[in-house]
């Protein structure tokens, strides 16, 4: 049985029993874990997790595309920016990010 979690607006509910998002560092390096997956649809994707069978959604393309440039960006902070991520609109990406760091979905790696 897999779990699914959802990737978007930080002011979106936690299911109950989930704990709230890990802190990503903006200005570190993350990337999508080698054990996800993703499949683009219309409102953003799906990503799977083989290691443990979770589903996540990403809700909106503009979040996909954060995702895709982690591993392209020195930092997350760099990666928003590459896709048009505004100062205002990097509370709502950081909470998004920080739920899939908490699935294991993006992970931290190493400074280039």
Same mark, same amino acid.
Not at 21 to 33: E, F, I, K, T, Y
């Given at each position: /049985?897999?779990? /699914?979690?959802?990737?978007? %607006?930080? &002011?979106?509910?936690?299911?109950?029993?989930?704990?709230?998002?890990?802190?990503?560092?903006?200005?570190?390096?993350? /990337?999508?874990?080698?054990?996800?997956?993703?499949?683009? %649809?219309?409102?953003?994707?799906?990503?799977?997790?083989?290691?443990?069978?979770?589903?996540?959604?990403?809700?909106?393309?503009?979040?996909?595309?954060?995702? %895709?440039?982690?591993?392209?960006?020195?930092?997350?902070?760099?990666?928003?920016?590459?896709?048009?991520?505004?100062?205002?609109?990097?509370?709502?990406? %950081?909470?998004?990010?920080?739920?899939?760091?908490?699935? &294991?979905?993006?992970?931290?790696?190493?400074?280039?």
């Amino acid at each position: /049985m897999s779990t /699914m979690t959802s990737a978007s %607006e930080p &002011d979106s509910a936690v299911p109950a029993g989930d704990q709230p998002a890990a802190q990503v560092d903006l200005d570190g390096p993350w /990337m999508l874990s080698p054990q996800v997956a993703l499949r683009p %649809e219309r409102f953003g994707a799906l990503a799977y997790h083989f290691g443990t069978r979770r589903l996540s959604f990403l809700k909106s393309p503009q979040l996909l595309a954060v995702v %895709e440039a982690l591993t392209d960006h020195a930092t997350v902070r760099d990666a928003c920016r590459a896709v048009g991520v505004t100062d205002a609109e990097l509370p709502t990406y %950081e909470s998004a990010l920080g739920t899939l760091a908490r699935t &294991d979905m993006i992970v931290p790696r190493s400074p280039a």
